[in-house]
C-alpha cells in the first residue's frame, strides 16, 4: 500500500473511542484522515461530531463503510462486532477491533475465517495492555534473560469497575451482562497478556468464582493454568473490589518469576522492579495507555500487508477467548476445563 494518508472511520463512539480512539486518530494526521464517525446512540455521536466536525456523522454504519474507508476502528457493543467487521472485509477496509471479539468463540473463529477469506485485511484488538509501560519493560527484561527462564506468572486486576461512581456509573454491570462474568469481559486482557509475556498458548484451566455485587453475574473469579510451555499461570480478576468502599480501591500488579529472579509492577506504587540474578532495577511505571503505540503498529502492519511489533492480532484474540471461554465454563461447573 501506497504511504498517502489512510481514510477512517469510527463506529462507535462510547466511552473507549471517546478518551482513547478517536483523539489518537486525530493526532495523526500525517498518515489519517478521519472521514466518518457512525453510532446509534445519538448524545455519543453529537458528542463526536461536535469535537470531529470535518468527519461526517451518521446512524447507520453502513454509511460510513460507504464513504470508501482505507481502515475502521469499530468499538461497539460486543454482540455486533462480528457482523460490522465482516462487513468492513468485504468493503475493502482494514479493521481495530475493540475486545473481546464476539460474544462466543464459535462467533470470534467464524470472524477469523471472514478474515482469512479476504487477503491483505489487517485486523488488530486492542488489547492495549502490551503497549502499558510496565508491561512492554517485563518483556524486554524477559526477553533479554534478566530473569532466566520464566517459570510463573501471575497477574492481579481487582477494582471495582467504574460502577458506581463517576460519569462511567453502571457500565460494568451492563458489559457483564453482555458478556456473562469478568473473566470474559475483563480477564481476556490479562490472559492475552500472560499469553505474550510466557510465549506460549495455555494448557489446562481452572477456575473458580463467585457474586459479590452484581447479581448472578460472577463479578470475582480466580483462574490457573499451565501454559504449553510448563509456565504457570495464575489470574484473580474482579470488578466488585471494594465496591462499598469510601474512596475506592483497586489492587493491580504483574509477577513474574524466573529461575534467576523476578519482575514486579505494581500500579498503587507505580513502581516496577527488576530482581535479577547480578542487578536489582527500581523504575517509575504508571498505568497508562498507548493509543498512539498500538496504531502506530497498525499502520505499520497495514503498509507491511503482516502484523508489525507487539500488534495483537485477530488470532491472538482467538486464543484469549478460548482461554477465557473455558475458564467461564469451570467457574459454573466444577472449575475445571
Given at each position: 500500500?501506497?504511504?498517502?494518508?489512510?481514510?477512517?472511520?469510527?463506529?462507535?463512539?462510547?466511552?473507549?473511542?471517546?478518551?482513547?480512539?478517536?483523539?489518537?486518530?486525530?493526532?495523526?494526521?500525517?498518515?489519517?484522515?478521519?472521514?466518518?464517525?457512525?453510532?446509534?446512540?445519538?448524545?455519543?455521536?453529537?458528542?463526536?461530531?461536535?469535537?470531529?466536525?470535518?468527519?461526517?456523522?451518521?446512524?447507520?454504519?453502513?454509511?460510513?463503510?460507504?464513504?470508501?474507508?482505507?481502515?475502521?476502528?469499530?468499538?461497539?457493543?460486543?454482540?455486533?462486532?462480528?457482523?460490522?467487521?465482516?462487513?468492513?472485509?468485504?468493503?475493502?477496509?482494514?479493521?481495530?477491533?475493540?475486545?473481546?471479539?464476539?460474544?462466543?468463540?464459535?462467533?470470534?473463529?467464524?470472524?477469523?475465517?471472514?478474515?482469512?477469506?479476504?487477503?491483505?485485511?489487517?485486523?488488530?484488538?486492542?488489547f492495549i495492555l502490551r503497549y502499558h509501560t510496565g508491561n512492554r519493560q517485563i518483556k524486554r527484561?524477559?526477553?533479554?534473560?534478566?530473569?532466566?527462564?520464566?517459570?510463573?506468572?501471575?497477574?492481579?486486576?481487582?477494582?471495582?469497575?467504574?460502577?458506581?461512581?463517576?460519569?462511567?456509573?453502571?457500565?460494568?454491570?451492563?458489559?457483564?451482562?453482555?458478556?456473562?462474568?469478568?473473566?470474559?469481559?475483563?480477564?481476556?486482557?490479562?490472559?492475552?497478556?500472560?499469553?505474550?509475556?510466557?510465549?506460549?498458548?495455555?494448557?489446562?484451566?481452572?477456575?473458580?468464582?463467585?457474586?459479590?455485587?452484581?447479581?448472578?453475574?460472577?463479578?470475582?473469579?480466580?483462574?490457573?493454568?499451565?501454559?504449553?510451555?510448563?509456565?504457570?499461570?495464575?489470574?484473580?480478576?474482579?470488578?466488585?473490589?471494594?465496591?462499598?468502599?469510601?474512596?475506592?480501591?483497586?489492587?493491580?500488579?504483574?509477577?513474574?518469576?524466573?529461575?534467576?529472579?523476578?519482575?514486579?509492577?505494581?500500579?498503587?506504587?507505580?513502581?516496577?522492579?527488576?530482581?535479577?540474578?547480578?542487578?536489582?532495577?527500581?523504575?517509575?511505571?504508571?498505568?497508562?495507555?498507548?493509543?498512539?503505540?498500538?496504531?502506530?503498529?497498525?499502520?505499520?502492519?497495514?503498509?507491511?500487508?503482516?502484523?508489525?511489533?507487539?500488534?495483537?492480532?485477530?488470532?491472538?484474540?482467538?486464543?484469549?477467548?478460548?482461554?477465557?471461554?473455558?475458564?467461564?465454563?469451570?467457574?459454573?461447573?466444577?472449575?475445571?476445563?
Amino acid at each position: 500500500m501506497s504511504t498517502k494518508s489512510l481514510r477512517w472511520a469510527v463506529i462507535g463512539c462510547g466511552v473507549v473511542s471517546e478518551y482513547g480512539h478517536l483523539p489518537t486518530l486525530a493526532a495523526m494526521s500525517d498518515d489519517v484522515e478521519l472521514v466518518a464517525v457512525a453510532d446509534v446512540d445519538e448524545t455519543a455521536l453529537a458528542k463526536a461530531k461536535a469535537a470531529y466536525p470535518r468527519a461526517a456523522a451518521v446512524a447507520d454504519y453502513r454509511q460510513a463503510l460507504d464513504a470508501g474507508v482505507d481502515a475502521v476502528t469499530i468499538a461497539t457493543r460486543t454482540d455486533t462486532h462480528v457482523e460490522i467487521a465482516q462487513a468492513a472485509f468485504e468493503a475493502g477496509a482494514h479493521v481495530m477491533l475493540e475486545k473481546p471479539p464476539a460474544t462466543t468463540l464459535a462467533d470470534a473463529r467464524r470472524l477469523l475465517d471472514a478474515q482469512r477469506r479476504h487477503p491483505g485485511r489487517v485486523c488488530a484488538v486492542n488489547f492495549i495492555l502490551r503497549y502499558h509501560t510496565g508491561n512492554r519493560q517485563i518483556k524486554r527484561w524477559c526477553d533479554d534473560g534478566e530473569i532466566g527462564r520464566v517459570r510463573a506468572i501471575h497477574i492481579v486486576d481487582a477494582w471495582y469497575g467504574a460502577d458506581h461512581r463517576g460519569r462511567f456509573t453502571g457500565r460494568a454491570a451492563r458489559i457483564l451482562t453482555d458478556d456473562g462474568s469478568v473473566i470474559v469481559a475483563e480477564g481476556i486482557h490479562q490472559a492475552d497478556l500472560i499469553r505474550w509475556l510466557g510465549g506460549s498458548d495455555f494448557g489446562p484451566v481452572h477456575c473458580l468464582g463467585t457474586c459479590v455485587h452484581h447479581g448472578e453475574h460472577q463479578d470475582y473469579q480466580v483462574l490457573t493454568a499451565v501454559l504449553q510451555n510448563g509456565v504457570i499461570a495464575s489470574l484473580e480478576s474482579s470488578w466488585a473490589y471494594a465496591y462499598k468502599s469510601k474512596d475506592g480501591a483497586l489492587d493491580r500488579q504483574v509477577d513474574v518469576i524466573g529461575e534467576d529472579g523476578a519482575i514486579k509492577w505494581n500500579e498503587s506504587l507505580g513502581r516496577i522492579t527488576l530482581l535479577g540474578r547480578d542487578k536489582t532495577v527500581d523504575v517509575p511505571a504508571a498505568d497508562d495507555k498507548h493509543f498512539q503505540d498500538i496504531y502506530a503498529d497498525f499502520l505499520a502492519s497495514i503498509r507491511a500487508g503482516r502484523p508489525i511489533g507487539n500488534l495483537p492480532t485477530l488470532e491472538d484474540s482467538v486464543h484469549a477467548m478460548e482461554t477465557v471461554t473455558r475458564a467461564h465454563q469451570a467457574s459454573h461447573g466444577d472449575g475445571v476445563a
